[in-house]
């Protein structure tokens, strides 16, 4: 195990920092390595699924598509876990990746910011593509999928009709709340008083199922109110690790001071060590970053 209270693990993985699309809010990094090496992790990878269960591993980017190795990436996940997810945004859908998401049993998460307006062309690009994939792969019986929506002050209100179009195709449906600087017009920074209380009211009315929206939502009062953050643990950094295509494993996508090593040059067991060492503390430190309030939770 990795600490007395953690009994299991979710291994992300950031396979490219590369993306065909170029999104308005987009925080992914630029690095020298900008590919995922799976051979170099496996070792890893194999160690830390002998001393915990590995729930689920999501494959994530830039865009993961764009990866390669998908195929013998996935083959290699599903001998160590069951539950494999994809993170996408929906531009690439031909045969062979079909194919894959049917043999692995591979679990979409689709980004879609707005349906009935321009707004995610506008932000994101190729809004029609993407529609026209998802009612494509949500014809497949073998695909499960989800919607992912990123809010911000100028789409919230579609949040319900993108609940409905997900209903409609038989498809799940999360959202993340978008964090950004607030240089930046999309930022709820830059969101009149009146458009945050409306969405606070629609978030918690719509959305509210569990400890994970819960904690959403208290972060998104963070953002609009600028309160402290005082005394809330981290769901995400309690039992996942982040594998970087420079080799960095962290605890989150978000914040880089909690840095357990770098599988191409360490051995794994350092690595495990410092997460062990890291799960016995986690609940006395404060692993939110500026990139946390809503994003990845």
């Not at 792969?137 to 499960?144: A, F, Q, T, Y």
Request: charged content about 20%.
């Amino acid at each position: 195990m990795f600490g007395g209270y953690i009994t299991v693990c979710n291994v992300n993985l950031v396979v490219t920092q590369d993306c065909n699309l170029n999104c308005k809010y987009c925080f992914r990094e630029k690095t020298k390595r900008n590919t995922f090496n799976f051979e170099s992790a496996v070792d890893l990878l194999d160690a830390i699924s002998k001393v915990t269960t590995i729930d689920a591993c999501t494959i994530t980017g830039g865009e993961p598509l764009l990866y390669k190795n998908m195929e013998s990436l996935l083959d290699y996940i599903s001998t160590i876990t069951s539950t494999i997810c994809l993170l996408t945004n929906g531009t690439f859908v031909d045969s062979n990746c079909i194919s894959l998401f049917e043999k692995y049993h591979v679990r979409l998460h689709v980004t879609l910011d707005s349906i009935s307006t321009n707004y995610h062309e506008q932000n994101r690009g190729e809004q029609q593509l993407i529609i026209n994939n998802i009612k494509k792969l949500s014809g497949n019986p073998k695909i499960h999928g989800s919607l992912y929506m990123v809010l911000s002050h100028q789409n919230y209100g579609e949040l319900r009709r993108i609940q409905q179009f997900a209903l409609e195709i038989g498809w799940d449906f999360d959202y993340g709340i978008l964090a950004c600087e607030a240089t930046n017009s999309l930022s709820w920074h830059n969101a009149c008083p009146e458009d945050r209380k409306h969405a606070l009211s629609m978030i918690e009315k719509y959305t509210l199922r569990n400890k994970r929206d819960e904690l959403k939502l208290k972060l998104f009062e963070v953002l609009c109110n600028g309160v402290e953050i005082t005394n809330i643990n981290c769901l995400f950094a309690k039992n996942n690790i982040v594998l970087f295509p420079d080799g960095s494993v962290r605890i989150c996508y978000n914040n880089p001071e909690y840095y357990m090593g770098n599988y191409y040059e360490d051995d794994p067991e350092v690595i495990i060590s410092n997460l062990k060492a890291f799960r016995a503390i986690s609940r006395k430190c404060n692993q939110f970053s500026a990139n946390c309030f809503g994003v990845f939770l």
